[in-house]
């Protein structure tokens, strides 16, 4: 039986009782200030030794991270905003001091879209920290709620389970269930809830690791399988749960010790997400697809994964590192590259769609293919590259899919003022998840390790398609609701340890207000 302590109001932090929170260490945003003050220092140094551009760049990235790094969550926000800064100056910046844009190309207007792109991600922030704002007592109730002290034990083995069944067999919605290909896809995303939860619980006690490294070989093992490099986000994620310990506002010398070893921590695999990068695009991703696409691999996963780490062997000694970092530059800026001839051709060589584009995505969202059956396959993304950015991009023919992003689509449907009106929705939209989420996760650790799956899924990809990102964030967010509304309750009763516990407020990340 597990004993429940409610804090009192005297208890809470300043910014839980109070409108507008007082002092900077009581703040619901405690970098918003310092990191606004250091990107401001990052942007002098790249106005010297950059351009302004540059600047305004580097002084965006460390004030959006400072805005939407929460005290009373996860940094999943801030990694998100991080990740899609990346992909959106990427190619400036390499343009700017190689002389010419990563892979090739001829953006005119390349300064033009990295402003806007960072007005984007202004508005993204504002639309989530105003949903928000407005069902502030309902994120507070979960992540304010009594610490559950699970079985590490016992999320550890779930995370086996769950995953097991993917060295033995290959799982494939489409041949399962062609209509409801998608509800399955969304079901099998929530086998990745444990692995996070297990993470999450580890960094917040500080043991658990060698769980938390055996996991993290299990689950990422079949991702490796697909041809695609979905096993980056289990990186991302590690990063995220590890920077969460990471509070420089709780001024204690216990506190000042952990976050030396989390920014190091953090670094290393850092450094270790940019090698594998390097290694993937550098060589082993178009050799690996090329066996298992073809069809020349006729072998079980367990014994793909041994064949896998062939293909790797082979290719790293034979990797030119230079020309695999600009391939990886190339893939991360190409939604940049497109976004600019978006905005070159349009409306100078074609008109502004006005709403075309968010209405095939509100329809794709809202005629869900189980129901309509007759629903036309959107296929891969490449049509929009060839239509609207006028580059003759490889498509469903080859069975490949280049992305514009979703940035990209706002522009075309109302310009400049789309970007920015339609990344508030957006980001709103964000925020939306977050509070229903809120609402049926049975506890806070729950609540983070499910908006983490989805938050890395489709808040990261900048070159993402709008069509589609929209309607999986919502199908994912509903079923994932469904999902631990009806059986969240039974899970977390199997998960929490069968000692006796005293659950408690962790105040820890807040520090002490100003007095």
């Not at 540059?54 to 009373?72: C, E, Q």
């Not at 690791?209 to 055996?214: K, N, T």
């Not at 190091?264 to 991703?285: D, E, N, P, R, S």
Request: with cysteine; glycine share 10%; charged share 15%.
């Amino acid at each position: 039986m597990t004993e429940t302590v409610v804090a009192t109001n005297e208890e809470l932090p300043a910014f839980a009782l109070q409108v507008r929170p007082k002092g900077r260490r009581g703040s619901l945003y405690p970098l918003q200030i310092p990191l606004a003050v250091v990107g401001a220092i990052a942007g002098v140094l790249a106005l010297l030794f950059q351009d302004w551009i540059v600047a305004v760049a580097v002084f965006s990235l460390f004030a959006l991270v400072g805005a939407s790094w929460r005290a009373d969550m996860l940094p999943i926000i801030p990694a998100c905003i991080a990740f899609q800064w990346i992909s959106a100056s990427t190619g400036y910046i390499f343009n700017l001091n190689a002389g010419h844009f990563p892979g090739g190309g001829y953006p005119e207007r390349l300064g033009e879209t990295l402003l806007l792109s960072m007005a984007g991600l202004a508005a993204v922030v504002a639309g989530l920290r105003l949903m928000m704002s407005l069902f502030k007592r309902t994120i507070f109730d979960k992540t304010l709620a009594p610490t559950m002290r699970y079985n590490l034990n016992r999320v550890f083995l779930l995370t086996l389970v769950v995953f097991a069944g993917s060295y033995v067999i290959d799982i494939l919605p489409k041949q399962i269930w062609f209509g409801g290909a998608q509800i399955i896809e969304n079901l099998l995303a929530l086998r990745f809830v444990p692995y996070f939860l297990l993470l999450v619980a580890a960094f917040e006690r500080g043991r658990g690791f060698s769980q938390v490294v055996i996991a993290t070989l299990w689950v990422t093992a079949p991702q490796l399988l697909t041809g695609f490099s979905d096993f980056k986000e289990i990186l991302f994620v590690i990063i995220i749960a590890a920077l969460a310990q990471w509070r420089p506002w709780v001024r204690t010398r216990q506190q000042r010790r952990q976050n030396t070893r989390i920014l190091l921590f953090g670094a290393l695999i850092a450094v270790m997400v940019a090698a594998f990068g390097i290694i993937w695009t550098g060589g082993v991703k178009q050799e690996w697809r090329d066996q298992i696409w073809s069809g020349n691999v006729n072998a079980s996963p367990t014994e793909r994964i041994g064949l896998f780490f062939d293909t790797v062997a082979r290719v790293v000694p034979k990797l030119n590192v230079g020309q695999a970092a600009e391939t990886l530059a190339t893939r991360i800026s190409s939604g940049t590259l497109y976004f600019t001839y978006v905005v070159e051709r349009l409306p100078r060589v074609m008109p502004h769609e006005n709403g075309l584009l968010i209405g095939k995505a509100i329809t794709n969202a809202t005629q869900p293919r189980f129901l309509f059956p007759n629903k036309v396959n959107l296929g891969g993304d490449s049509w929009l590259v060839r239509r609207y950015a006028g580059v003759a991009a490889a498509g469903d023919e080859v069975g490949a899919s280049i992305g514009l992003g979703y940035m990209a689509e706002f522009y075309i449907d109302f310009g400049m003022l789309g970007v920015i009106g339609l990344s508030i929705f957006w980001g709103a939209i964000g925020g939306g998840v977050m509070v229903l989420l809120a609402k049926v996760c049975p506890s806070r650790e729950i609540f983070l390790a499910v908006i983490i799956g989805i938050f890395t899924q489709y808040f990261m990809a900048f070159d993402g398609s709008f069509i589609k990102l929209f309607a999986g964030l919502l199908q994912r967010t509903l079923i994932a609701a469904a999902v631990f509304a009806l059986v969240g309750p039974r899970i977390q009763q199997w998960l929490l340890s069968g000692r006796r516990v005293l659950a408690t407020r962790d105040l820890r990340q807040f520090g002490q207000p100003q007095t």
